[in-house]
């Protein structure tokens, strides 16, 4: 899903989107302050933080990544085929020096309501989905298909007054 400029942001449409090239890199500091993560995991940790409502691509991640370290805040370390991203002393101090003084970026989403996002629900379903068809094995795959199955009939189940949870 592209979204340019006159496509939904924060406090446009239904609240998910892109946010400023900036808080992605705030974003990626403040998580790198708590503790050593891959990429995948700066993504996926945005999105816990922000409730679902923001995950920024690796387009926007591995980009801000490249760019730390040409500064000198992070290092980039292979650790098991995965490269590892961890503050250096530099980048602590950067950090700690703008702690009082930076927006927090995750601060425009307190107030979302994930549960009812149901776009954004999917998205994060889609993205989980991909991440299982590139580099899960063919008995992963084969468990993707069916969860998805499952959860198609479940909702179609919904709207013909099926069972109202999960659990029923």
Do not use: C
């Not at 250096?88 to 101090?93: H, I, L």
Request: net charge neutral; hydrophobic share 35%.
């Amino acid at each position: 899903m592209h979204r340019g400029r006159g496509g939904r942001g924060p406090g446009r449409g239904s609240g998910r989107g892109r946010a400023p090239r900036g808080d992605v890199r705030t974003a990626v500091l403040i998580l790198l302050g708590e503790e050593p993560m891959h990429g995948y995991q700066l993504m996926q940790a945005i999105a816990d933080r922000s409730g679902g409502r923001w995950t920024p691509s690796p387009g926007a991640i591995y980009p801000t990544i490249n760019q730390l370290e040409d500064e000198g805040l992070v290092t980039v370390t292979a650790d098991a085929g995965r490269k590892l991203v961890t503050l250096t002393d530099a980048g602590r101090q950067y950090v700690e020096e703008r702690r009082e003084t930076s927006a927090d970026p995750f601060a425009g989403f307190a107030t979302a309501e994930p549960a009812n996002d149901l776009r954004g629900l999917l998205e994060e379903l889609h993205s989980a989905t991909r991440q299982v068809a590139r580099s899960g094995s063919d008995e992963q795959r084969a468990a993707a298909a069916k969860i998805l199955s499952e959860a198609r009939r479940s909702l179609y189940l919904l709207l013909a007054d099926g069972p109202k949870t999960p659990e029923a």
